[in-house]
Antibody, heavy 121, light 106 residues
Framework: EVQLLESGGGLVQPGGSLRLSCAAS????????MSWVRQAPGKGLEWVSA????????PYADSVRGRFTISRDNSKNTLYLQMNSLRVEDSAVYYC??????????????WGQGTLVTVSS | IQLTQSPSSLSASVGDRVTITCRAS??????LAWYQQKPGKAPKVLIY???TLQSGVPSRFSGSGSGTDFTLTISSLQPEDFATYYC?????????FGPGTKVDIK
């Protein structure tokens, strides 16, 4: 059974940093592209970033490019999202998502339970 | 690529046939997925490649369309189907989601 367990969320001041982690199990992590999706309270879904299984392709949403960095450690079956220069509008539940193979031209087949990030002074 | 969904919300009864539409601002071939989200829970994929039912999803859900116009149909609404439904395009980065359609009980 695929399991994706996010951690690292919390309360941070504007301008601060957080690193989210997603521990994956139940599948061969190194074979799949992964992604992050966020959802502000009471709002819709917003794609944030993705990463190919090899790590050579890392697209970002315009809203986070230059501030967020996605990475992965295939030896630890873990996906990361380093978030810098956080803004109030980055407050959301962040979901770790497994793509069916590559992300592009495929689909998101498994989602974690999410971790809440609150950016507030 | 922008996605619009209609309606934004609807009220329906158990047993009703429900249709939700999703329109893309440019052609996305069949690279569209539909997700269901219940309050406080993560989304779950229902349909991918516009019309392929995800394993384990009841057959009352179906999808159709290609290019710019897509539909999600629930043939006979069940109590557990009351939720918010999102379409998503995976043709090009940045991936985008529709704004969602909330289905609640009439």
């Amino acid at each position: 059974e695929v399991q994706l367990l996010e951690s690292g969320g919390g309360l941070v001041q504007p301008g601060g940093s957080l690193r989210l982690s997603c521990a994956a199990s139940g599948f061969t992590f190194s074979s799949y592209s992964m992604s992050w999706v966020r959802q502000a309270p009471g709002k819709g879904l917003e794609w944030v970033s993705a990463m190919s299984n090899s790590g050579d392709n890392k697209p970002y949403a315009d809203s986070v490019r230059g501030r967020f960095t996605i990475s992965r450690d295939n030896s630890k079956n873990t996906l990361y999202l380093q978030m810098n220069s956080l803004r109030v509008e980055d407050s959301a539940v962040y979901y770790c998502v497994k793509c069916s193979t590559a992300c592009q031209h495929n689909w998101f087949d498994s989602w974690g339970q999410g971790t809440l990030v609150t950016v507030s002074s | 690529i922008q996605l619009t969904q209609s309606p934004s919300s609807l009220s329906a009864s158990v047993g009703d046939r429900v249709t939700i539409t999703c329109r893309a601002s440019q052609g996305i071939s069949s690279y569209l997925a539909w997700y269901q989200q219940k309050p406080g829970k993560a989304p779950k994929v229902l349909i991918y490649a516009a019309s392929t039912l995800q394993s384990g999803v009841p057959s009352r859900f179906s999808g159709s369309g290609s290019g710019t116009d897509f539909t999600l149909t629930i043939s006979s609404l069940q109590p557990e189907d009351f939720a918010t439904y999102y379409c998503q395009q995976l043709n090009n980065y940045p991936f985008t989601f529709g704004p969602g359609t909330k289905v609640d009980i009439k």
